[in-house]
């Protein structure tokens, strides 16, 4: 697998964090943690902007995907609003993640705990060309469950 060099930087009071890390061999998220000073609460039906404690530089061409953790989700009703949420490679700010709880009971965020997952993600630029007709297709403009499904 081919692998990309990322800077990146730990901000002020976060250099106990860890860096956002793949859990398995074949993960293509690495989680990343909520660097929260102290545990926040996250009532149903509520959003928050939690931070991260990083900021990262990547290479022209590249950008970061921001996703929900699949555990979190089922066990919790715990999503990202804005998802998936789009680092630029000339972004230098800090990563921050806007959790939604979607289940029934408060959630409880503390100092450490992943919340989200960063997919590096390569970035084709398109270029308009505009033209009288498209080619056909066997979908053409089929949509909306134009399948029966």
Not at 77 to 86: A, D, E, F, K
Not at 87 to 95: A, K, L, P, T
Not at 116 to 131: E, H, I, N, P, Y
Not at 133 to 144: I, M, V
Request: with cysteine; charged share 25%; hydrophobic share 35%.
């Amino acid at each position: 697998m081919e692998k990309i060099e990322i800077k990146i930087k730990r901000l002020p009071g976060c250099e106990d964090m860890p860096l956002p890390g793949y859990m398995t061999d074949h993960a293509a998220g690495m989680d990343i943690c909520a660097a929260i000073d102290s545990e926040m609460l996250l009532d149903p039906g509520k959003r928050a902007l939690v931070p991260t404690g990083i900021s990262i530089a990547l290479p022209q061409g590249f950008e970061v995907q921001i996703r929900p953790r699949s555990g979190l989700a089922i066990k919790h009703g715990i999503g990202l609003l804005n998802s998936p949420g789009t680092i630029d490679s000339d972004y230098r700010g800090e990563i921050k993640v806007i959790m939604i709880n979607l289940g029934e009971k408060p959630f409880r965020i503390k100092r450490g705990d992943r919340i989200a997952q960063m997919v590096l993600q390569k970035v084709f630029r398109g270029q308009w060309s505009c033209v009288d007709d498209l080619p056909q297709s066997d979908r053409n403009d089929g949509g909306f469950g134009h399948t029966g499904r």
